[in-house]
């Protein structure tokens, strides 16, 4: 056993001691294989944000269901210290990325990597599955800007890193068409899904979406405002991975890591 329940209906879950060692060896391969091969440098973003970041991204109004706020104490008097506007968890775990960098002119290209805790989601919890769609999971957001071409071609190596180590400690995988989390239809995402004994998915097949490699041309660069020193067209994109899931796939094929 790797996981269990937290507060029952709660969506979260406990990762056990043999869950923790397997999700940190998967962590050290990540680093191995993606972040010191593409040097990827390791940051810390924050995982709630205020929402004109979510407005700004265009993501409040298609995630509305799925956010969770953050609401701070309020005395008897309807008074309350601290911060005023509206701040919401997180559910992409890039959202702090392009905020940070809002208005600035930066020297390209930037590669960054986040395992730094939990991203948060308020899912249907007839939808909740252990280890797979939880309220509370645990992701490595590879996060990328550059020139047009640096962008394609750092996308197209972390996919090829991540099968490499799917391939290397002997997990069956396959790579599909995946879903943008944005209202635009020219964002290319690539999915690679994982096969993961007795679990079965929309179509009843047993392939569960592992990560998603996405380009997402300059669409979030416009949205806040973000320049090259060198004044020339800028991109952006990123690779998550569902740590929880990759820790339950290991776990339910019997890999020895």
């Keep these: 056993m790797i996981i269990e329940e937290f507060v029952k209906g709660s969506g979260q879950y406990v990762i056990l001691p043999e869950g923790m060692e397997l999700m940190d060896k998967i962590t050290d391969l990540l680093k191995e294989y993606i972040a010191e091969e593409l040097r990827f440098r390791k940051v810390s973003l ?15 109004e298609k995630w509305d269901q799925y956010l969770i706020e953050v609401n701070p104490y309020r005395f008897p008097e309807g008074e ?51 280890g797979i769609k939880q309220r509370e999971f645990h992701r490595a957001e590879f996060v990328y800007m ?42 290319e995402v690539r999915d690679i899904e994982v096969f993961i004994p007795g679990y079965k998915n929309k179509e009843g097949e047993p392939w569960l979406e592992l990560a998603g490699v996405s380009n997402k041309y300059d669409f979030q660069i416009k949205n806040f405002n973000i320049q090259s020193k060198d004044r020339k067209e800028l991109w952006s994109g990123c690779m998550g991975i569902g740590l929880d899931r990759f820790m339950t796939a290991v776990y339910k094929n019997g890999i020895d890591l």
């Design 46 to 60: 924050p995982k709630i944000v205020p929402k004109s970041t979510l407005e700004k991204a265009e993501i409040f």
């Design 80 to 130: 309350t210290k601290g911060v005023k506007e509206r701040y919401f968890m997180d559910p992409l775990q890039c959202l702090a990325f392009y905020q940070s960098f809002e208005n600035k002119i930066i020297e390209s290209p930037i590669r960054w990597y986040d395992q730094s805790g939990p991203t948060y989601r308020n899912e249907d919890l007839d939808k909740i599955i252990p």
């Design 146 to 187: 550059g020139p047009p071409k640096e962008v394609e071609k750092i996308a197209d190596q972390c996919l090829v890193q991540l099968e490499k180590l799917c391939i290397d400690i002997g997990l069956k995988y396959r790579i599909v068409p995946g879903d943008s989390c944005y209202d635009k239809g020219d964002i």
